[in-house]
């Protein structure tokens, strides 16, 4: 249509001009979108003006206006919107001529069947009525002047935005438990599979708040990509009116084809996750908008007291929380040293430290790392696939901080693969989520189930990965093995931990659908599990997975009847595949360097350390990037002494990520004295792999000073411990599943191995050491572990003649130190 045309169609103001017009104007389909959008409310501008000057001629009424508030203010209108109109007046018109006024502009309006939302007020009872009633106010917001006295309403305007900043810091809470109070009835609308276009979290409703909120000069919403998902939700709406004929915001499956062809889209699940990124966007907006709002009130409500109490200086209270990682002001953020463009890790560093923290990641920090960011190094260093799993284990906090690297599109950048499955709906009614979130959804659930493990990194990669073969045509069982071992590979597995992960993605339906469509009497059936299965770790982390993923899906996919079910098939293969005795592996020589350490601790009678930096292969700049520290420790055995390293470590900030204790014989005759009629005498070696909670790394001689304190009993380690929690305490982050220690039976003929896997934390090897002090009994080995955030460690321990423990014995040991971390 031209601009002559529609010119000459609002000439016409007879409804049926109006009307014909309007119908041409819809079934135009070289114009949609937002053209055709301010051109229908152009159109009904046109008419409704003509109409209102001449029924305020025939009225008599001077000193007033018709204003379009709401949706049609905004200019806004789709094929079935309501028009949303108040009639300004001055108020020198008698009620009856206003009165007839009304009259002569709603009842042709009514007449053509176009829905109307209407009022009748002066300019102090519109400003009365919006100071009382919200919804009333945030319409007012959008008045725009349609017809009549133009400084009538540009002085109403005024006023009400005026009202509205001076009231915004009691309004804007009300509008926050508003939109809460909605959401909590309608559902996210990045996640339904009949999403309400409007009233959903995430909809248009939430899109009209952030302006509001923009409105008040108090905070702003991100502008990236906000306006791109308000037009794409206002487009679905506009075809959704087209294709069903009536005025409706709900998009139902059966509507969702026609829409999808009416917008020239593929089919439903393009329409859909055109919808869902959308959606997602203004969630995200929002709720980046919504806590800016809350730290400026908190902000302005403290500020007259603090600066009372500091003279007038500001405050800035700086929390380290990681490597260049700090907490302000309830946010996560970069520290003023960081350099994103140098730590390739930093983006993984600050997201695990802000879920850990169950701290919100600030929209300045996530924006300067997806600016400033390199790529990782395929595989990844070490320290970046430590992060991703401590990301992936903080349970539900996990989720906002993931959602905030999304929109800033960190996760595809790290995960290529991710692209497909994000947004990406699942048609199944029993999935509560899109596959992507479902994913992140089943870590949530896995990071409750850790200590049922030996390998929580595992599992919480599987979890993550198990669904990801959806993104692409066949059984996604199938594709997701190829593409986990992929993406295992990338993130720096090796061979064997990349088959695991590619066995259990194939194989995540395994134990649930056998469970519940299978005969478990049948042998047939329980070596078929077992020959898929392989191996009682990787049973473990099916049996983990399968749960995980049943929680995540929704509350109809998992029953205590399933769950039974599935126990009794596990308990079934396990026997099957514990048939094939696993023997004791033989401990390692110890290395040349090692040996000398052990020698020079003998012949010095004390402990002697070393520091060895680890790195990976040189970057493209050619310099090494360092992941850790390796520290070797020797000295003569004696009480106490993995409690006292331990806590020493502690003590500096020194973060345990691996870390092992053995003992090795050496000829007395190296040692200080006659060796007390010994051939032998044993020396410990403790070797270490840490790194620096923030900050630089102790000095070694430092290191060595502070333990032969602690072995002499002249540093109270648990004393300085408390101290420091007490001085600084850390921050309640994430609730971490209650620590779990087992006897490990028939792991070894030579001692009794003690399982541990609890959260890791500072001091917590310390905590066990002490316990295991307390209890008299010999720590013979140690294998630690730090995976995520995870701590699975194991040790070997004897009673003091040399001797595995008894069962009842071992049994109160597991006890003891399970208790000595609660």
């Keep these: ?96 001529a206003i009165a007839a006024l009304a009259d002569r502009v709603w009842y042709p309006v009514w007449d053509l069947g176009l829905a109307l939302d209407h009022s009748v007020r002066t300019p102090a009872e519109a400003r009365k009525t919006a100071a009382e009633d919200l919804k009333a106010q945030l319409g007012l917001l959008d008045a725009r002047h349609v017809a009549g006295d133009l400084g009538l309403v540009s ?10 900043r001076n009231s915004a810091p009691k309004r804007l809470p009300e509008l926050d438990e508003l939109c ?58 506009d075809a959704l009116h087209l294709t069903t004929g009536r005025a409706t915001d709900r998009l139902a499956l059966q509507e969702q084809d026609p829409v999808a062809a009416e917008l020239g889209l593929l089919d439903a699940d393009a329409l859909l996750r055109q919808v869902y990124e959308a959606g997602r966007t203004v969630s995200y907006a929002s709720d980046v908008t919504w806590r800016e709002v809350n730290r400026v009130l908190r902000s302005r409500a403290v500020r007259p007291r603090l600066r009372a109490m500091l003279g007038g200086k500001p405050a800035q209270d700086r929390s380290p929380l990681a490597e260049s990682v700090v907490e302000q002001d309830g946010e996560v953020v970069l520290a003023r040293t960081a350099r994103p463009e140098r730590d390739l ?45 401590t990301l992936l284990g903080a349970g539900e906090s996990t989720v906002p901080v993931w959602e905030a690297l999304e929109a800033e599109g960190l996760i595809t950048q790290l995960l290529p693969d991710w692209e497909r499955v994000r947004c990406r709906p699942q048609r199944n009614p029993v999935h509560t989520w899109t596959v992507d979130r479902h994913l992140v959804e089943t870590a949530v659930q896995a990071s409750s189930l850790t200590r049922r493990v030996g390998r929580p990194d595992l599992l919480l990669i599987c ?18 093995e190829v593409i986990a071992r992929d993406v295992a590979a990338r993130i720096g597995f090796d061979r064997e931990d990349m088959g695991v992960i590619a066995t259990v993605v ?3 339906l395994l134990l649930i659908d056998t469970a519940t469509r299978r005969d478990l009497d049948d042998p047939a059936t329980v070596g078929a599990v077992a020959d898929r299965v392989g191996s009682l770790a990787t049973l473990e982390l099916l049996h983990a997975l399968t749960e995980a993923d049943a929680l995540a899906t929704g509350p109809a996919a998992w029953s205590s009847w399933r769950a039974s079910l599935v126990d009794d098939l596990v308990a079934r293969v396990a026997a099957v595949l514990a048939g094939d005795a696993v023997a004791e592996p033989e401990a390692a020589a110890p290395s040349a360097e090692q040996e000398r350490l052990a020698v020079e601790a003998l012949r010095t009678g004390g402990p002697v350390l070393a520091l060895h930096a680890q790195t990976e292969a040189p970057q493209d700049d050619g310099a090494p ?85 602690a072995l002499d009993g002249s540093l109270d380690i648990p004393s300085r411990l408390a101290e420091r929690e007490a001085a600084y305490p850390r921050r309640r982050g994430v609730t971490a599943p209650p620590p779990r220690v087992t006897v490990a039976p028939t792991a070894s003929q030579l001692a009794t191995v003690i399982e541990v896997r609890a959260q890791d934390a500072p001091g917590l090897l310390h905590r066990i050491g002490r316990a295991l002090e307390e209890a008299k009994v ?25 001797r595995p423990l008894t069962e009842k014995a071992a049994a109160g040991l597991a006890h003891a130190v399970e208790a000595a971390l609660r």
Excluded at 366 to 381: D, H
Excluded at 787 to 793: R, Y
């Design 625 to 709: 990037e360092p992941v850790g520290v390796e520290l070797l420790i020797a000295l003569p055995d004696q009480p106490g002494v993995l409690p006292a390293a331990a806590g020493v470590l502690a003590l500096h900030r020194l973060t345990v990520r691996a870390a092992d204790l053995r003992a090795v014989e050496l000829p007395a005759e190296l040692g200080k004295g006659t060796g007390q009629g010994k051939k032998t005498t044993e020396v410990l070696l403790l070797s270490w792999r840490v790194a620096a909670e923030y900050g630089s790394l102790p000095q070694a001689a430092r290191l060595r000073a502070d333990l032969v304190r």
């Design 1 to 96: 249509m031209t601009s002559l045309e529609e010119t000459t169609e609002q000439a016409d103001s007879g409804p049926s001009g109006y009307a014909a017009a309007r119908l041409r104007l819809l079934q135009e389909k070289a114009r949609s979108g937002p053209p055709r959008r301010a051109a229908l409310a152009r159109l009904t501008d046109g008419w409704l003006n003509a109409l209102f000057t001449t029924a305020a001629q025939e009225a008599g009424v001077r000193g007033a206006a018709l204003v379009a508030v709401g949706g049609y203010g905004r200019g806004e209108l789709s094929p079935r919107s309501d028009l949303d109109l108040l009639l300004l007046h001055d108020g020198r018109s008698g009620p009856a």
């Design 778 to 802: 010999r720590v013979r080995s140690a294998h630690v572990s730090t995976l995520g955030a995870n701590a699975v460690d194991a040790f070997y321990v004897t009673n003091e003649r040399g």
């Design 345 to 389: 890790v930093l983006p993984l560093r600050a997201a695990a430290a802000a879920a850990q923290a169950g701290l919100p990641i600030s929209l300045h920090a996530v924006r300067r790392l997806a600016a400033a960011s390199k790529p990782l190094p395929v595989p990844w260093p070490a320290e970046a696939r430590q992060e991703l799993i």
């Design 463 to 480: 979890a993550l990965l198990h669904d990801i073969g959806k993104g692409w045509p066949g059984d996604h069982s199938v594709a997701g």
């Design 155 to 164: 002085g109403v305007r005024t006023a009400i935005l005026a009202d509205w």
């Design 506 to 508: 194939r194989h995540h």
């Design 180 to 237: 809460r109070e909605r959401a909590e009835r309608q559902g996210e609308l990045q996640f339904l599979l009949e999403p309400d276009l409007k009233e959903a979290r995430g909809g248009l409703r939430d899109a009209t708040a952030l302006r509001a909120v923009a409105a008040s000069w108090l905070a702003d919403a991100p502008r990236e990509g906000l306006y791109d998902a308000r037009r794409r939700l206002l487009d679905a709406r």
